[in-house]
């Protein structure tokens, strides 16, 4: 233990623990920016300066730690000039129009610069610009960028993907792909995790609104949306709402005053790969020797991206079914446009996804095959749903709760699990013990395979043969397993990887909050409406049954082949 004394109140903290840490749990705040607790302490912005008394330079909190005797001025005149002076100089290059900007009201810097009471840049102004594809899913935009390498830092220690990097010396020191590539050409998971660790608005998505919009006004479109499982347990976050405030029905009515035609649920489509996922399993265990093994959940982009360009060897690895994205968007324009009497192109389909890689995935023409043009027309995040519903002046306040619309609207508590890691894996164990045996499973059988743990293994048992499964978020732990794999030091049947850390729920589209992981909170509420859904076993969906009955006949059908399936090793993410 260190004994020091914090603007005169004496602490007492364990050796190591960085002045930042101690003045908070001493009461005082510091004011951040570059920091982000364990991935990046670099130092960088200098907006946490401490004076320590005796000491004639200020100490950056975040990377220094508290000595024995030292006596700390978290917010003397001397520290308050320099923060002042250093936050100055960041905006003096620094594109400041908050007015436009997707952080406004949501930023680090706008906010540092309202409490140090900036209100004019006594410097000449520099901004850097750099090109960039604003067709492309992840947008840089170099003029906001404050060079704190959060991005690089999340990409690298996280991700394990190593798109960004430190360009340039000297003065022109900037951040920039590696080797200034163009992204497009580039490895990069789309994942979005660098997105929601920047601090300004300097990464983001492509805005896909304005497409959706024009679709809405045009009378001739039917347009539909779906909204993805995790969407439903963080979209309140944006308006200070609770989770339990935030229901489904109040997202479902948002969704209608915004203009969405018919509001469906993406827990119906993940009912679905369910149905195909589970039984191309059985089919690949039953297969023995000839068989891929382990198969690999497909139903991630960002990790369907990894394993083509890192690991293409496993590509055959990969489930054959689609995503439950696109598998919604082949039903939409077949079966329901069929219901509705109207041709596929009458109908334009949104998703509304935690996630920006489901921005390029939409694109993919080997994973569309309705006929129209796409299956999935346009794929929003959560955040620009929550900027649909502002723009739409949806009043949170006085919201009534509404249900999806039916058929696909139907979901069971399997399909909301989807959205959280080790989800995938539990609602596919449930259904294929019914698959393999007629009977049901408990509900809550395969808890075993839930965990906050990036890799974890679990063995399951279905009609009496061991299923050995791993679950993994992360894509750095991803390369870990796969690592392991090819050292032929683990083996497994069934492997569920989600390229965000704690799954969708930690989704790169997701709600940003600086500093804070909610991953696991948003991922409880899914579990929470899971055990209190009156169906909680994807084959039970009677919508699944329907569709079978009326359209699909039955899983690994040709007709299912043909629209749910896709052929892995005949495409590349470029
Ligand atoms: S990044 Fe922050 S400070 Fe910069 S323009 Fe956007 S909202 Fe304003
Ligand atoms: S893009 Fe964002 S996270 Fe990366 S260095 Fe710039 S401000 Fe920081
Ligand atoms: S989207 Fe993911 S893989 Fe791509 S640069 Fe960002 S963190 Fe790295
Ligand atoms: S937060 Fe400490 S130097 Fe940036």
């Not at 935009?141 to 993907?161: H, P, S």
């Not at 992204?183 to 608005?201: F, K, N, R, S, V």
């Not at 509900?443 to 906050?452: K, L, Q, S, Y």
């Not at 043969?465 to 497994?492: C, D, P, W």
Request: aromatic share 6%.
């Amino acid at each position: 233990m260190v004994n020091a004394k914090i603007n005169g109140k004496a602490i007492q903290v364990d050796k190591g623990t960085s002045i930042l840490k101690a003045a908070e749990m001493a009461g005082y705040k510091i004011p951040t920016l570059c920091y982000l607790e364990e991935i990046n302490e670099i130092g960088a912005c200098r907006v946490c300066l401490v004076e320590i008394e005796g000491k004639k330079n200020l100490v950056a909190a975040c990377n220094n730690v508290v000595e024995e005797g030292m006596s700390i001025l978290t917010n003397s005149p001397k520290v308050q000039s320099a923060r002042k002076t250093n936050v100055e100089l960041i905006l003096s290059q620094h594109d400041y129009r908050c007015a436009t900007c997707v952080r406004n009201g949501n930023c680090n810097l706008q906010d540092l610069a309202k409490d140090l009471n900036i209100i004019e840049i006594p410097y000449e102004t520099e901004i850097e610009y750099q090109p960039w594809d604003h067709s492309f899913p992840l947008i840089r935009d170099a003029a906001k960028c404050i060079k704190c390498m959060r991005c690089v830092q999340v990409c690298d220690k996280i991700q394990g993907m190593n798109i960004w990097d430190i360009v340039n010396t000297g003065k022109r020191t900037s951040v920039s792909t590696v080797g200034m590539q163009r992204i497009e050409e580039m490895d990069c998971a789309i994942c979005g995790q660098c997105i929601t660790h920047c601090p300004t608005g300097a990464l983001r998505e492509r805005n896909d609104t304005e497409r959706v919009m024009k679709a809405i006004m045009d009378p001739e479109q039917i347009v539909i949306v779906q909204i993805a499982p995790a969407v439903r347990a963080a979209w309140g976050e944006s308006f200070g709402l609770s989770r339990e405030e935030a229901s489904v029905g109040k997202m479902v009515a948002a969704a209608r005053q915004i203009g969405f035609d018919y509001i469906f649920d993406t827990d119906f489509s993940a009912d679905l790969t369910i149905m195909e996922e589970g039984n191309e399993l059985l089919e690949r265990v039953a297969q023995g020797k000839e068989a891929k093994m382990p198969m690999f959940t497909s139903c991630c982009p960002g990790w369907v991206r990894f394993v083509k360009t890192q690991y293409p060897q496993y590509i055959d690895h990969l489930s054959t079914a689609k995503s439950p994205q696109q598998m919604f968007g082949a039903v939409a324009k077949t079966y329901y446009a069929k219901t509705l009497g109207v041709t596929p192109d009458q109908i334009f389909c949104v998703s509304v996804m935690p996630c920006t890689a489901k921005k390029y995935e939409c694109d993919v023409p080997q994973v569309n095959d309705s006929g129209a043009d796409k299956d999935v027309d346009v794929a929003l995040t959560t955040r620009e749903f929550v900027r649909m519903m502002r723009a739409a002046q949806v009043n949170i306040a006085t919201l009534e709760e509404e249900e999806f619309d039916e058929p696909l609207g139907l979901g069971t508590g399997a399909g909301v699990i989807f959205g959280v890691t080790g989800g995938v894996m539990e609602a596919a164990l449930r259904s294929a013990v019914y698959f393999a045996t007629g009977k049901n499973p408990g509900a809550d059988d395969f808890t075993i395979v839930r965990g906050e743990d990036g890799i974890r293994e679990a063995t399951a048992e279905i009609a009496g043969t061991k299923v050995r499964a791993a679950i993994v978020s992360g894509l750095g732990n991803a390369r870990k397993l796969m690592e392991r794999l090819e050292r032929g030091e683990v083996q497994y049947d069934f492997v569920e990887v989600m390229a965000c850390p704690g799954g969708c729920a930690g989704g790169g589209g997701q709600p940003i909050h600086d500093g804070e992981e909610l991953a696991c909170e948003r991922g409880q509420r899914l579990y929470a409406l899971d055990a209190t859904s009156q169906l909680r076993f994807s084959h039970e969906n009677p919508a699944i049954v329907q569709i079978y009955d009326r359209f699909l006949e039955k899983p690994l059908s040709h007709k299912a082949h043909e629209l749910l399936h896709t052929r892995q090793a005949e495409w590349d993410i470029r």
